[in-house]
């Protein structure tokens, strides 16, 4: 996909994000609840979020925090949401994306790279471990 370019999501591309969040969970978000969700989390250090654009439209996006971790003695990264539109997926725009991320945490000094999929998600689990991830743990949760 030689037309798709990675850039830093900014502001604008809020609508975008919140319609690919909405269908990656298959539920529909309180929009100005996520907008300052979004808002005040868009530039803290070790987080980076990346859009996939296609003649300046957003086609794909990949949400990634880095936090320290005392289990493994430094800083550990987290695929947090990551999402293509239908009509590019499996045409090489989540490798790419993935690919923009470790070349902008590759300047530090992390532990780890980790991503989190829910059961239902058959062909991300393939994405991922195509892309040198390993399955190792259960995740667990408790709703408030």
Known sequence: MDNVLIRPATIT??????????????EQFDKSEMRQCYVTSLYPPHRHYLVATVDDRAIGFISCHGQILLHHCGLVYEIQE??????????????????????????DDYKLLEVASSFKRIDAHRFYEANGFVKTTYKFKRER
């Open 13 to 26: 591309d809020f609508d975008a994000i919140y319609d690919f969040v909405c269908g990656l969970e298959d």
């Open 82 to 107: 990551m999402y293509v539109i239908p009509e590019y997926r499996s045409k090489g725009v989540g490798k790419l994306l993935l690919e923009a991320l470790l070349e902008r945490i590759s300047v």
